[in-house]
């Protein structure tokens, strides 16, 4: 059995969460909160999560104040519930999942899950939060075939089979399985997670198993909804914060629905996590996010006008911004980027062409791609040299990673490009010196962009001055995200430039799904994924035979009893990858930017990423704070 406990010693000791029991503190009261709500001892769970600044290298913060931050677009206000990232379980900064909004975790045989919610825990809206929640999800909405035509989603299934669910006491929940679910826990602790548990007492009122069928009609009737399944939809709305009477876990919460302009968020006042002198987190008072161009944050931000933002900065506004930090008297911390590499390039192995799939199925034409391409000219050209020269591939933070998989086949070398695809037959040049294909026209590559970085456009022109080297013409053409992924649809697509991998800080217990064709969003391989997303009814069933073994891991994977079996399988998993080169990656840990403007408990080195990290949400926003000036 694997226990996972908030308050022991162990966890105290191996994530940073105290091992003293909530009872033994002396609660403060949070200033602002001393009328019209209960005492802190009745907002706080019995046991709350108890966080030992100390111990994290961190100093005790001070209620008050607001925070301002710029986003690009009004939806983006659904990050506040990414960067507050209070989790079932979650991960912390050594990338071990722990329990947050659980008390703990109970996994017997790799099948058998007991969630224990945490006693006296409530909703934003004071109502108790508990087993009740998770039981109105599974049963009420996941399983309810109006909510939810398309059936459990793929955590909640084995092998076709979704689990036993029982309720056990007002606190605690069972998921069995017949056979292991490794993917069960990491799904939970993701940036956008499913929120295996809803309001109950709230959302009932619009449930035809339980509300009034004239409130629902008249409901529906205001949100323009043709019955109660599209109106409980809108009214269920966990992630995207635009339900202002939606209650919730988080730290910060939307109490308004205003401007679609400027959001306020208000802190919970009953959240779950305290610090070790008996203060309620969050910190701050209040988040304010305002809608800006996303051309003009940079400069906003070297004007002053944002405390914490990172949000729509890239390694390019490092320059403006460093020199704004005098006169406005921020500092532009330096991030780790998570991303297997800044910048990919991705042949299509289910390009519908049958000359082209041929070539880019030739193992030898991939290779030859890669030494063709001066990484370290780019890294030096773009990035002053600052990122790491080599694949697409898992980083050095990884605790799976090695350094062959950065620079297998990565090295600049043109007489090997060349003599590589001579061995392919393609021997034969125009008058540009150009090589010709099987089918008698000129090797030229058409690598379409999102038109969303101009950073690629500009690696894409630095590649095609040393692949006309070795006798390969590049256009480069500039497109839209949709019109992208629409003719990797069609099998129009031939090869495009991406971000890397999105997880390149992977440990063994997540899921490899990056390294599978497991999704139709990846442009490297849309037919297979979109055949395992449909079950076959859609696509292509993989017929390239490292794609099919890595299919049989990723299988594998997903049935696997233990930590050394699901390391096997990584390692297969990224030997393949690196020895077929399916992605060309340029440039790898480019620092990512991050103003600090009078925040504190904000780290100067840190990982950033989406899954894992939520961005802000694995360093625990909750636990920043402003400073004296900040917060007057």
Known sequence: MTFWKGLSAAAFVATGLAGYPALALDLKETPGLESGLPPVSERVPSEPLVVDLEAKGRTVGTHGGKLDTLIGRSKDVRLINVWGYARLVGYNEKLELVPDILESVEVEDGRIFTLNTREGHKWSDGHPFGAEDIRYFIEDIAL????????????????????????????????????????????????????????????????????????????????????????????????????????????????????????????????????????????????????????????????????????????????????????????????????????????????????????????????????????????????????????DTVLSASPLYKAEYLTKWATYDPDKANALLDEIGLTERNGEGIRMMANGKPLEIIVETSGEASVQDDALELVSETWREIGIKLFVKPSQRDILRERAITGELVMSVWWGIENGIPTSEMPPSDFAPVSGDILSWHAWGDYHETKGEGGEKPDWAPAERLMELYDSWLVSKSKQEREKIWTEMLDITSEETIRIGLVSEVPQPVVINGVKNVPQTAIYGWDPGAHFGLHRMDEFYLDDKARR
């Open 144 to 391: 309810n075939e109006d909510l939810n035509p398309s059936g459990l989603p793929p955590y909640l299934m084995v092998n076709g089979k979704g689990p036993k669910f029982e309720v056990l006491s007002d606190t605690s929940v069972r998921f069995t399985w017949d056979d292991p679910n490794p993917l069960f826990l990491p799904e939970l602790a993701k940036a956008r997670p499913p929120f295996i548990y809803r309001p109950a007492h709230y959302l009932r009122q619009f449930h035809e198993k339980y509300g009034d069928p004239a409130f629902i009609e008249k409901a529906a009737a205001d949100v323009k909804a043709r019955s109660w399944a599209p109106l409980h939809n809108k009214k269920d709305d966990m992630y995207n914060a635009r339900n202002p009477e939606l209650p919730s876990l988080q730290p910060w919460i939307r109490k308004t629905d205003g401007s679609d302009q400027r959001f306020v968020l208000d802190r919970n006042p009953f959240y779950h996590r305290i610090d070790s002198t008996g203060q309620q987190l969050p910190y701050i008072d209040k988040v304010v996010m305002t809608v800006a161009d996303k051309k003009l944050i940079a400069a906003k931000a070297q004007a002053g006008e944002t405390d914490l933002q990172a949000r729509n900065l890239s390694f390019s506004d490092i320059t403006v911004l460093k020199q704004g930090e005098a006169s406005q008297g921020y500092t532009t911390a330096l991030w780790a980027n998570a991303k297997g590499a800044e910048i990919s390039i991705l042949p299509n192995l289910t390009v519908k062409d049958p000359v082209w799939r041929e070539l880019l199925r030739d193992k030898r034409f991939r290779h030859a791609l890669s030494l063709g391409i001066d990484r370290d000219m780019i890294n030096r050209t773009l990035f002053f040299g600052l990122g790491k020269s080599g694949n």
